[in-house]
């Protein structure tokens, strides 16, 4: 059997699976880990995106828990699914989620944002081991998803290509220009992410420049499109359930738009003013730890 | 009734020749060494913009049409595309327009293919003033704009013969390039010469004892045309074509300009951040005191019309050269 049949048996095994009550809680586990390892990350710096990777810890974990096919030891394998972070300022959550997945040590995180760090606060693939992309200039991940599901297509690959991105992006000309460009193709290998916490830089979503009717947008684009809520497990494993399904080497793309939560799971941060850039008092860092573990512990006991 | 006709006008083109008449040239040098290239080096793919027929990239789509991606007529997603299909291992050749891919994408090839250094291959048609549509089409600061990326390797080639031998060595070449194209029928000059294109070199074409020309581009094909018409006027000027930007050959450069020959630049390209203050920062650099004379587009936004009257009134025709380098000599 070769690597692209037995790519398409998993496919279809992963089709059949159900969002079981085990799956979900082990990717929940996965997800409160990376939440975990943000809040370290974030108190070695005193500030930063900490409020947008709690949000989006659940799709992270999804992705790197539960989707992904990957080789820890071997980022750079060729079969691998790829997954590009458009968002290079969520790297704090994409470094989480690396060293959840085994491709980084945890030790590691502690150098995050740091002089000489493999973990730079914008993310870089020329920095990190199992970062794809250089994001950061925001719009450009959806176009390079394109090449790269392009030419895995053309070379017979059955490797998968998500990308994350984010509400903001939606401003992004390019974004759009891609979005066209993926359902021309018809890249039926690639799916994207939109992580919509309905914040920017300077300020809400809809007050910067309105992006909704979102739902509508890409399906006009000529995606086959899902709307969940990106903090609900179960919800966005059926989502991954369903864009796998109809996933194929030709067909339509997918995207599956996230409606999350800045600061997710920690109620101190979910109930502070929303900033792009969070701002922590030192004091704070034990409380948003000792509430996420409570939350969790209340959530998984129940 | 008056039977006089009214005088025929001298009208632009968007893509004008640039051959003189009875020139010898060569049909679409670039599609052709990329389908040739194409044969010997499976991971070549091609794509555009929306201009696949205006760059030469139909014949390349033609012959591999499973190999070629239309990104239509959007310009970031042609580059971010280009630099995913890299990250594949394949070799891209994407090709637009230059004034598209200098102005209009220059983020995505900086941080998607430059900063990883992937071997994305841009190739810019109507590169400088080789269209009379006036400032929306002339790129004539591309290189200005394109100098300061790092990893990107930059080639102004002169003629049929510089691309067709420049294609596949970009090919085979690790990082990004820009490639400024001519295309259609494309004068076929350099085979009069001990020539042939080394990525990053620059070459003597021809010995003189009075003046020594630095050229680039299709400036090179009017610098040797100079060089024959001074001879008349017992001037005898030697030609030196860089068609590598960058990096570019400071050595062999520096060697001819280190003399008491009067130095002139030649290039399709705003005096402003091109060859002219490539060779000038490589004099300073080196502690060279010597002048050195530009033939270059002014900076400024250049006027619509034909390409012979914009080449005259800029200077770039062999005549304006010729009495140029006459009226420095004294």
Known sequence: ?302 | MSTTAAPKLKTSAMIASFADPGQKTASAPFGHALVKAAQENEKIVGLTADLGKYTDMHIFAQAYPERFFQMGMAEQLLFGAAAGLAETGLVPFASTYSVFAARRAYDFLCLDAAEPNLNVNIVGGLPGLTTGYGPSHQATEDMAIFRGMPNLTIVDPCDSLDIEQAVPQLAASPGPSYLRLLRGNVPTVLDEYDYSFELGKAKVLRGGADVVFISSGLMTMRALQAAEALAAHHVDVAVVHAPTIKPFDAATVLAELNTDRLAVTLENHSVVGGLFETVASAVVTAGLGKRVVPVALPDQFLDAGALPTLHDRYGLTVQKIVAKVLAELG
């Not at chain 1, 992904?68 to 470094?95: K, M, N, Q, V």
């Not at chain 1, 740091?114 to 920095?127: F, K």
């Not at chain 1, 067909?251 to 409606?259: A, F, T, Y």
């Not at chain 1, 600061?263 to 502070?272: I, K, T």
């Open chain 1, 1 to 302: 059997m070769t690597t692209t049949e037995e790519a398409h048996m998993t496919r279809t095994e992963e089709t059949m699976a159900n969002t079981s009550t085990q799956r979900v809680a082990s990717v929940s586990a996965a997800a409160y880990r990376i939440r975990h390892h943000a809040l370290t990350m974030g108190e070695v710096q005193g500030q930063g995106y900490v409020g947008q990777a709690l949000g989006a810890a659940d799709m992270l974990a999804a992705v790197y828990a539960d989707q992904l096919r990957f080789r820890a030891d071997d980022p750079e394998w060729a079969e691998r699914d790829r997954f590009l972070l458009s968002t290079g300022h969520y790297a704090i959550g994409h470094y989480a989620a690396l060293a959840e997945a085994g491709v980084i040590p945890v030790e590691e995180l502690d150098t995050y944002g740091s002089d000489d760090s493999r973990l730079p606060m914008s993310g870089m693939s020329t920095y990190t081991p199992g970062m794809e992309i250089s994001g950061g200039s925001l719009g450009h991940g959806l176009s390079i998803a394109v090449g790269i599901a392009l030419g895995l297509r053309h070379q017979g690959s059955a490797a998968r290509v998500y990308n994350f991105l984010s509400d903001g992006e939606l401003d992004e000309g390019s974004t759009w220009e891609a979005a066209m460009g993926a359902h021309h193709h018809q890249l039926g290998n690639l799916t994207a992410m939109v992580d919509i916490n309905a914040l920017q830089a300077d300020g809400k979503t809809d007050t910067v420049l309105r992006t909704e009717p979102v739902t509508e947008k890409w399906e006009a684009f000529g995606w086959y499109t899902q709307r969940v809520d990106g903090n609900d497990m179960a919800a966005l494993l059926t989502a991954f359930d369903n864009a796998a399904a109809q996933a194929a080497l030709t067909g339509r793309p997918s995207v599956i738009l996230c409606d999350t939560k800045v600061g997710r799971g920690v109620p101190l941060l979910e109930d502070r003013e929303k900033a792009h850039f969070m701002r922590i008092e030192e004091h704070e860092w034990q409380t948003c730890r000792e509430q996420l573990t409570a939350g969790y512990e209340e959530r998984t006991s129940s």
